[in-house]
């Protein structure tokens, strides 16, 4: 199986702060990267799919970028309801998988 | 609209199986994948397996290969995923999702069934 790696695994954030999470494939997945965001108790939620589309109905302060192995999700501006956890995951295979998250916390 | 609702919460002993079902509506069920995510208590998601319900092809994460069987019953529009020799590592929330495509990403989601594994 593809490895999926994601970096910070933790980060402390304010308010209208740019955030950047990276996410590191153990292969090119060429841009079969999606990105999830999760709140605690609760399914997680798409985001963002082959590496860059948004999900229809996610605000664009979210964007995707990135191909092969490397990845990057960047929230331009954060909001209080963006506090979540953030997961990347791999399409590219049969056998799919996420990255261990960010978890994005109030400084 | 789309929805997917599975079973409720289980308790099992070590060593025992649990199934757990995924009841879609909403859409053609045999045109979206079906996927078995677990997440542990406090812990990331974990990608299991997929079924396809046109065909029944199936695909399992090397970690549960063995222990995992999912399937699709076309007459329900019900997926299951049943796990096997459970140990309570297994404990945890175990979510269906769909897909439209096998490169396509997960777009719906249930809600969740608890598995707990305790003696």
Known sequence: DI???QSPSSLSASVGDRVTITCRASQSIGSYLNWYLQKPGKAPKLLIYIASTLQSGVPSRFSGSGSGTDFTLTISSLQPEDFATYYCQESYSSTWTFGQGTKVEIK | EV???QSGAEVKKPGATVKISCKVSGYTFTDYYIHWVQQAPGKGLEWMGLVDPEDAETFYAEKFQGRVTITADTSTDTAYMELSSLRSEDT???YCTTSRGL?????????????TVSS
């Open chain 2, 92 to 94: 945890a929330v175990y």
């Open chain 1, 3 to 5: 490895q999926m790696t």
């Open chain 2, 3 to 5: 929805h997917l609702v």
């Open chain 2, 103 to 115: 490169t396509r990403p997960n777009d719906y989601w249930g809600q969740g069934t608890l598995v």
